[in-house]
């Protein structure tokens, strides 16, 4: 990569003097709801009086007497906010057909019969509940964020001046593969593809009469048909191909049918090419302009613009729930009448793009950080950091050294310059596998080195809370986590989410607040992604700030279009002009300027370092052709304490570095067994007072990819609770792991304002960057 410039570049400011330096542009990720929501199922009585016949065997009456209470107010509540259109909206955006749920729990009311279908209703209800009043997630309306500015030259910690609205602005876009499936209708007439430019499958290439595909031999073509993929560039239209007498066809008939045939011999692509992101209906719109059929224009138009209008109907509809749902429904009817496909795809997946459209929004809210919270933050902040840029080191030299022992098998077998096609196939367990992975040897290493550093292990019985202070562990953490500079691009950035705990915004501005390190994503450029670059008022300048820091050339991944959580929504979207997508598989919207097929190039040791060269003669070393999996490593590889029973909280200044931790798992904690509310209950109380729990807790288990938000006070949530442990474990038996953590900040310590006063939970997006090495090549 080339070189990153300097700590002083205009984008960034300097983190104290500790050497790190942090952009100007953060990101601040909301919650839709208020954080007080969280506590409308609190039942302290009913908790109380659980606990009291548990610990005595007494007092049966009085818990009876409290438990019918705490569920008759728990029943007002849930009708009421099955009611509510705000969360209806948010429903609506997310699921249509949980709204059956909701209406079913209006018209019951409060007194409605205590059945499985009535609890059912609850469950699937509190689970929104708590995801839209806890979650930081960025998940349209209801998870808002907004840009805000770091300036050292603002006096006080933080400048809050929030709209009169929850929301600025919103907007709604087309998932991609809707709009692919659009393209594929229209596309069935030859009238529309002749004008869409073929194009060589993007993991593929052709040397003379060759066609290179990774992972099986070399395909030999007739003079023609590599002719005809040579000059299948992506971007002369078929109709220009069949009709260029350098490839030699005899009529335009035989060519079309010609590109037929190695459609089906799956070596080119002949389509409208849509990327994975929202950018997709740009591009549609101009391959349709493209065609040079007037009726078949004006057809494909006329579609398309019938979608459109029904996505724009949509979008006005945002704000009112019965609206929205009516407009969603028509979308979907729309789409299905134009391309013959479900509206819904991967049903009951989760962060799949499973819609025709999704929702994105930024928060009514200006906020400027100043210089008191950089002041505080740097210290423990420079800890965290170092060990950071360790933990991403050591990952490159881990997978390098395999990678090492991989090339030097194949170059012995072959005696010649070795295919990244062949090195890449045979890596692709490492990164991706259920194996055993260099990443796992490293992150034990590094959560060792943690408790080293903080004395975990030597810590005496019974300590929950662990301060330290920065300068305490200036002299060692050089020792413990030692490297003076990123060994590779990425790894040159480091993006820290920081909650802060402050009763209100004035609190936070005269100083009253704790700082809490929600997670930490080493080596990775967290704010490119189509996300939140939408909401950024100037794209441009983020994408040259990020080749100011990671360097030109980067090499990033094409994903195949089933490859896991890609959808328009996570999108890469600050790609730079000098950018190139490596792809290793088929992979769709692939830009023929940047693609960048793993069977072109091949790998080499240059001056001890493994390198990988392109036939055009470019040339990058391997570690930064395998940047981005390394990337995704560094990010989970990032785990503070190793997975003890129990996790003291870890602050060191004013940073919370580790929450309060319980590991456990399903059949240990016993909660599938109980049946019936009451006993759920009391089995949930029981277990909060064998663990040692607070009321408040988020819980994950080893077969879900998010946590939960779970109040032990409340029956509501232990009937959930006891649902989701026996989910887990019909999934993944009794051995499945169940952590519990802490819930911090509290509801009480949420500051972020809305205009009518109303507070709501929140993560500061920080992008920090590695100035040890300004020349990294």
């Known amino acids: 990569a080339a070189g990153r410039g300097t700590a002083g570049a205009a984008h960034r400011v300097p983190l104290g003097d500790t050497g790190w330096s942090v952009w100007r542009d953060a990101v601040l990720r909301t919650t839709g709801f208020p954080a007080d ?7 302290p009585r009913a908790a109380a009086a659980a606990d009291e016949l548990l610990t005595t065997g007494a007092g049966e009456d009085r818990f009876a007497k409290e438990f019918e209470e705490a569920l008759r107010a728990g029943a007002q509540r849930f009708s009421e906010l099955a009611a509510d259109p705000l969360l209806r909206e948010a429903v609506t955006w997310q699921n249509r057909g949980a709204l059956v749920a909701f209406d079913g729990l209006v018209r019951g009311g409060a007194d409605a019969a205590r059945n499985v279908r009535r609890r059912d209703r609850e469950r699937a209800l509190l689970k929104y509940w708590q995801r839209y009043c806890g979650k930081n997630e960025t998940v349209g309306f209801f998870g808002p964020s907004c840009w805000v500015t770091v300036d050292p030259a603002q006096p006080e910690v933080a400048r809050v001046n929030p709209g009169e609205s929850l929301t600025r602005r919103r907007w709604v876009w087309f998932e991609s593969w809707a709009l692919s499936a659009y393209a594929e209708r229209i596309g069935a007439d030859l009238a529309v593809r002749r004008w869409w430019p073929p194009m ?8 003379d009469r060759d066609v290179l595909r990774p992972g099986r031999p070399a395909l030999t073509l007739t003079p023609v048909e590599a002719a005809l993929l040579r000059a299948a560039d992506g971007r002369r239209a078929a109709a220009d191909l069949v009709t260029d007498p350098a490839i030699g066809l005899r009529r335009p008939e035989d060519g079309y049918a010609l590109l037929d045939r190695l459609v089906e011999r799956e070596l080119i692509t002949w389509d409208a090419a849509l990327p994975v992101s929202p950018d997709a209906e740009r591009v549609l719109a101009d391959r349709i302009d493209a065609i040079g ?5 004006a057809a494909a138009r006329a579609g398309f613009d019938r979608l459109r209008a029904a996505r724009d109907d949509v979008a006005a509809a945002a704000g009112d729930a019965d609206r929205l749902r009516t407009a969603l429904d028509a979308l979907d009817a729309t789409f299905t009448e134009l391309t013959g496909v479900p509206a819904v795809r991967r049903a009951g997946q989760m962060y799949a793009g499973r819609t025709v459209c999704y929702e994105d929004s930024a928060r009514d809210l200006d906020v400027v950080f100043g210089a008191p919270l950089l002041s505080e933050l740097a210290a423990p902040l420079d800890v965290l950091l170092r060990a950071a840029r360790w933990l991403a080191n050591a990952l490159a030299r881990a997978y390098l050294d395999v990678l ?6 194949l170059r012995a077998e072959s005696g010649a310059p070795v295919p990244l096609a062949d090195l890449w196939f045979l890596a692709q367990g490492m990164f991706w596998g259920d194996g055993e992975r260099p990443v796992d040897a490293v992150a034990a290493d590094f959560a060792a080195r943690w408790a080293g550093l903080f004395g975990l292990d030597t810590l005496p019985a019974g300590t929950t809370d662990v301060r330290l202070r920065a300068a305490d562990l200036a002299g060692r953490i050089d020792a413990v986590f030692p490297g003076d500079g990123p060994e590779w691009s990425n790894a040159a950035m480091h993006s820290p989410d920081l909650q802060i705990c402050a009763t209100d915004a004035e609190a936070l501005r005269r100083g009253d607040y704790t700082v809490v390190l929600g997670e930490l994503h080493a080596a990775w450029s967290s704010f490119d992604c189509a996300v939140f670059t939408p909401s950024h008022p100037d794209v441009e300048r983020l994408r040259d700030a990020l080749a100011v820091d990671m360097g030109q050339r980067r090499v990033r991944l094409l994903f195949p279009a089933d490859w896991p959580r890609r959808t328009s929504r996570t999108a890469e979207s600050l790609t730079g002009p000098a950018d190139r997508h490596l792809a ?3 992979a769709p919207g692939a ?7 793993t069977v072109d190039l091949v790998v080499d040791e240059v001056d001890g370092e493994l390198v990988a060269t392109a036939s055009d003669g470019q040339r990058w070393p391997l570690v930064e052709i395998f940047a981005e999996p390394l990337s995704a490593h560094a990010v989970d590889g990032f785990k503070l304490v190793a997975a003890a029973p129990y996790t003291p909280r870890i602050t060191v200044d004013r940073l919370v570095l580790a929450r309060q931790t319980w590991r456990t798992t399903v059949g240990e904690s016993g909660l599938a067994v109980p049946n019936g509310e009451r006993d759920r209950f009391l089995a949930v109380r029981d277990w909060r007072r064998r663990l040692g729990l607070p009321e408040q807790v988020y819980v994950k288990f080893g077969t879900e ?6 109040d032990l006070s409340a029956p509501a949530f232990a009937t959930t609770l006891c649902a989701m442990v026996r989910a887990a474990r019909v999934d993944g038996g009794d051995d499945v792991s169940f952590t519990v953590s802490e819930m911090l900040p509290a509801p009480e310590q949420a500051w972020v304002p809305d205009g009518a006063g109303r507070r709501y939970f929140s993560e500061l997006r920080l992008h920090i960057t590695d100035a040890g090495r300004e020349d990294h090549r």
């Open 591 to 597: 830009d023929p300027a940047r693609v960048l097929p």
């Open 404 to 409: 090492r022992g991989l090339y030097e098998e």
């Open 705 to 710: 990819t998010k946590p939960c938000f779970v």
């Open 584 to 586: 290793f598989l088929d």
């Open 293 to 297: 059929d007037e009726p078949a224009r």
């Open 200 to 207: 060589l499958r993007a993991h593929l290439a052709v040397r």
């Open 37 to 43: 929501g969280l506590d409308l199922f609190a039942a």
